[in-house]
Every structure is written in structure tokens, then in C-alpha cells.
T-cell receptor, first 113, second 115 residues
Framework: AQSVTQPDIHITVSEGASLELRCNYS??????LFWYVQSPGQGLQLLLK??????LVQGIKGFEAEFKRSQSSFNLRKPSVHWSDAAEYFC???????????FGKGTLLTVNP | GAGVSQSPSNKVTEKGKDVELRCDPI?????LYWYRQSLGQGLEFLIY????????KSGLPSDRFSAERTGGSVSTLTIQRTQQEDSAVYLC?????????????FGAGTRLSVL
């Protein structure tokens, strides 16, 4: 069965600091990989996705993620965090004939001024 | 509208009552999904529609849960005889079709509280 692990439940960073959110997955092949962000009272917004090709993908709001097959990871990064980035971040996978998204438990990001 | 619309945004009900949650997908999207977000379980898949048919109901937690979709558009998730453990945020998503590469766009959800 496929699964996604986000090891960090809660991360606090200072505004302007760099950020890395970790995501590891278990899947029989190379999955399709996604990062979504959820602000309070909002739905999930797609930040970026990886299907194939270049393993470093760029997304919206200055985020990027790198797929590392050898580590089964898809970590999300941002060089300089803004206060508006405070939200919950979810890593998700799907793939092949499996259209269902399997999500990690999420990482709550707090940004200190 | 431009996005996935869900109503109501909040629903408070008493244990044992039935509730209906509505989802209006993005126009032209043939695939529609329901997920549940709860504190203990995170985000879980409930059911998938392709057009008006539901080929995958594998995530529905019990037979108190049912869903339908009419006209290839609006979907209703019904929970009968609600229990406190049904309290969660119910999210609807839609995509162009069922291909895994198609992005799923999410609504803001319905927060259900069962007292």
C-alpha cells in the first residue's frame, strides 16, 4: 500500500529564514508527487507537482521541491519565508491508474516576525 | 463559478440526525472526489465519481455514508444517523477526468460538528 510520511508535525521559522519541509513516500514505482497548502478555513491549493523529468520543480509563491528517487523523498523548500506563508502543508502522491490522492498528515508552519 | 464550491461551510447537528453536504465542481470536470479531514486520521479518500457513476466507494467508512451525483455536476454526500466520530471537515475536489496526472482542485470544505 502506498503511504506518505511528513516527519515534522509543526515547524516554526522566523520571517526571512529559509524553509525545508520533509516528505517521504512509499510506492511501488515512481509516483506523481504533489505539495498542497491549506490556510485556515480554506481548501487545499496546489503549490507544485512532479510527474517526470527534471527532478527540481518550481511552484507558486516562490516554492520549489526536489524529487530524490534514492531517498523516496520530495522535500519542499523556500529560500526566504514570508509571514503569509504560515499555513499547513500537505505532501500527496498518486500514480498510474490510481487517481486517489494519498496525503501525509501535514506540517503546520508558524512564521515569527 | 471559477472554483469548486461547497455548502454549507459549517454544519452543526445533533447525534442521530441526517446531514447533506453539497459540492459544485468546476464546470467541465468529469471527475469528482470526496475526502474527509479529521484530527486523528488526516486526509482520507471517501468516494470518486466519473460522470454520474461512482466506480470507487472504497473509502466510505460505513453504510451510513452515501453520495450521489446528478447531471454530471453537483454531488451530495449524505450521512445518516450522524455520530460524534463523523465530526470532520469534508472536502470535495474535481478534475478534468480520472487520470492521475490531472490536478485535483479542492473546495473550502464543510466543517461538520456532531454534538
Amino acid at each position: 500500500a502506498q503511504s506518505v510520511t511528513q516527519p515534522d508535525i509543526h515547524i516554526t521559522v522566523s520571517e526571512g529564514a529559509s524553509l525545508e519541509l520533509r516528505c517521504n513516500y512509499s510506492y511501488g514505482a515512481t509516483p506523481y508527487l504533489f505539495w498542497y497548502v491549506q490556510s485556515p478555513g480554506q481548501g487545499l491549493q496546489l503549490l507544485l507537482k512532479y510527474f517526470s523529468g527534471d527532478t527540481l520543480v518550481q511552484g507558486i509563491k516562490g516554492f520549489e521541491a526536489e524529487f530524490k528517487r534514492s531517498q523516496s523523498s520530495f522535500n519542499l523548500r523556500k529560500p526566504s519565508v514570508h509571514w503569509s506563508d504560515a499555513a499547513e502543508y500537505f505532501c500527496a502522491i498518486s500514480g498510474g491508474s490510481n487517481y486517489k490522492l494519498t496525503f501525509g498528515k501535514g506540517t503546520l508552519l508558524t512564521v515569527n516576525p | 463559478g471559477a472554483g469548486v464550491s461547497q455548502s454549507p461551510s459549517n454544519k452543526v447537528t445533533e447525534k442521530g440526525k441526517d446531514v447533506e453536504l453539497r459540492c459544485d465542481p468546476i464546470s467541465g470536470h468529469t471527475a469528482l472526489y470526496w475526502y474527509r479531514q479529521s484530527l486523528g486520521q488526516g486526509l482520507e479518500f471517501l468516494i470518486y465519481f466519473q460522470g454520474n457513476s461512482a466506480p470507487d466507494k472504497s473509502g466510505l467508512p460505513s453504510d451510513r455514508f452515501s453520495a450521489e451525483r446528478t447531471g454530471g455536476s453537483v454531488s451530495t454526500l449524505t450521512i445518516q444517523r450522524t455520530q460524534q466520530e463523523d465530526s470532520a471537515v469534508y472536502l470535495c475536489a474535481s478534475s478534468l477526468d480520472r487520470l492521475a496526472k490531472n490536478i485535483q482542485y479542492f473546495g473550502a470544505g464543510t466543517r461538520l460538528s456532531v454534538l
